[in-house]
């Protein structure tokens, strides 16, 4: 099949807002492969990088799942055309416009895609991406906690605040392939569809305070690790008022907090955050500004993607439900589900739409 001169995209228009264009098809380039997208998942960084600002012309969209229809210089993964692949496109790039995953093709980083299993589906691989890599930045970056190829030999506990978003029903099943007991909050209407992922203890969280210190009753004032997948002021002083207050502890959130959100609250927590579009180990651009390439983030990422889908395929870790095409498919419902996200009207689900 000839690949289209022009494809259809969504990209930044400069007025906080997502437009449709037709642009031509992006260059493949070293350690990248073109991907006709087959599937995308959303994300609330999508309309939060939106309303903070972004580079005029670039390509947005970080989830996605699609199948390889050429393959760039440097990639060393055995992939080849035809492959059903998931995984972490670059959306909002300053430095690379054309990365991003909103589009009827896209080029993506072979280092940080993984083949997708035959257990599983193009909708449910396209929620996966930014979920697991996030996850295991907190988890196992930021917290320093086992992970699931060296499971803690001992007892070991972590709060998951935010038991119900995408990446807190991920971070739950890591935890607990790394050996931890795992407390975790939800609303009422969750908890049944959050304990099948087997946390230890599940707490509603609507009053803060009780829920605060519910969680420090269970764990007795022992807890030491925190992993905010909410991170707003409100959620890091709840973590800060649920960790142990007589020993170090350590606190992590998926947004850059000031810190004196939770030292205020109880000094003894260290605070750190993390973002997985460093995951790339490029230099990139981001609300204008440019970002130093980490690449040790990039190889934590590569070596995680690549137990990713033995785990799936194991039946070891399980995709977030996804809802498709809620509002429409391909991406003008892209469009209308970044409104409903930011909204607020997606809880225990990964929004997916089909290109």
């Known amino acids: 099949m000839t690949l289209p001169a022009q494809i259809s995209i969504l990209q930044a228009d400069g007025t906080g807002a997502l437009a449709t264009k ?4 992006p260059k493949l380039r070293d350690g990248y492969v073109l991907i006709r997208t087959t599937a995308v998942g959303l994300n609330p960084i999508d309309w939060k ?3 903070q600002g972004t580079e005029l012309g670039s390509k947005f969209g970080y989830d996605y799942a699609g199948i390889v229809e050429e393959i760039g210089p440097g990639v060393s993964k055995p992939f080849k055309k035809g492959d059903r692949i998931a995984g972490l496109a670059n959306g909002g790039n300053g430095s690379e416009p054309e990365d991003g995953a909103y589009g009827e093709y896209s080029v993506v980083k072979a280092g940080l895609a993984f083949r997708i299993p ?5 909708e449910e691989a396209a929620g996966l991406g930014v979920g697991i890599v996030t996850a295991a ?15 803690a030999s001992g007892p070991q506990s972590v709060l998951i605040y935010g038991g119900s978003t995408p990446t807190g029903i991920l971070a739950i099943q890591l935890a607990k392939l790394s050996g931890l007991a795992v407390v975790t909050t939800s609303s009422a209407a969750n908890m049944d569809y959050i304990r099948s992922f087997g946390p230890d203890a599940v707490f509603e969280y609507a009053n803060a305070d009780k829920c605060a210190s ?3 009753d269970f764990t007795a004032g022992h807890l030491r690790h925190a992993l905010d997948c909410v991170s707003t002021p409100e959620t890091a002083r709840l973590c800060a008022r649920a960790l142990a207050s007589e020993m170090e502890t350590y606190y992590s959130a998926l947004l ?3 810190p004196e959100v939770v030292t205020s609250v109880n000094p003894k927590i260290q605070p750190a955050y993390t973002a997985a579009y460093t995951a790339f180990g490029e230099e990139i651009t981001k609300w204008g500004r440019l970002i130093p390439a980490k690449l040790e983030d990039y190889e934590f990422a590569v070596m995680l993607l690549e137990l990713v889908p033995h785990l799936l395929q194991e ?20 469009l209308k589900g970044l409104e409903d996200l930011k909204a607020g009207k ?6 997916i739409y089909t290109l």
């Open 214 to 216: 519910d969680i420090r």
């Open 22 to 25: 037709k642009v031509p098809m």
């Open 137 to 151: 930045q907190g988890l196992y970056q930021s917290l320093k906690l086992p992970l699931p190829t060296h499971p």
């Open 346 to 351: 997606v809880r225990a689900a990964k929004l």
């Open 256 to 258: 850059r907090l000031p």
């Open 49 to 51: 990088q939106l309303q």
């Open 118 to 122: 035959e257990n599983i589906s193009d």
């Open 315 to 334: 039946g070891k870790l399980k995709p977030v439900q996804p809802l498709v095409n809620q509002g429409g498919n391909g991406l003008v419902g892209v």
